[in-house]
């Protein structure tokens, strides 16, 4: 890591893959749904944290097209919860001037979910002050595929802009930082396309863990690596002097 910071800007794109909730509850002794109950709080930390350092983009990934491999009280119990944070945190978080959007593959989730997060869109459409997008039964190649089957019904070219624009977070720019807590250090199916350039950051601490300065740890690595989308380290200091 270079010694003194390229930048003092904050990353204007946070993407995170919010590992370890049930790592967290098992060394607790309490099941895996705590866990994850303790993730939304650590959420709701985190999204206020991020609007007080002057992000404008969090992307998070809550449920994963394989999450559904997993032991059918666990899926269940995720379902149930997000259904009732929908109920709970929409109207705080709509007070805080976040717009929340919904990223994933609606077929398969219930009807009272698919409700419940069109109805939080709508109802945090005109906030401004930061956009979460929450990746819900989502998968990047899942995101590439549809966005190819798109382009192919609607006889467009195959291009890589024309697939920017076809793809879940078109209303977004690209990841600049990319997160996992939880130790493991892959990507596990989150953002394959966007995050080509983003800068990686693995936490070791669990999700429900990761506070304020696990998250200014985070944008400090950030703001100490040179970006140099291919050029030359040369090129990019003559740019920026
Ligand atoms: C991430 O935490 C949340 C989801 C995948 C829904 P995990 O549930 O994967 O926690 P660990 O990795 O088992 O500790
Ligand atoms: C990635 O975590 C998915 C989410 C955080 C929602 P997993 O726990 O599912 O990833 P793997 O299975 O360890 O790769
Ligand atoms: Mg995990």
Redesign the pocket.
Known sequence: MASSPQTTTPPHHVAIV??????WATRRFLP?VA??KQ?VESLRRCVKACADRGVGVLTVF???SE?WNRPPEEVSG?MQLMVGALAREVPRLNADGVRLHFVGERAGLSDKMVAGLVLAEQTTAHNTRLILNICFNYGGRWDIARAAAKLAEQGLPMTEMNLDRAMALAHVPDPDLFIRT?GEQRLSNFLLWQSAYAELFFSDK??PEFDEAALDEAIAAFQGRERRFGQTSAQVSASAA
Do not use: I
């Open positions: 919010m590992d370890g909730n049930g790592r895996r866990g994850h993730g809550a449920f994963s999450n995720l939880g669990l999700w």
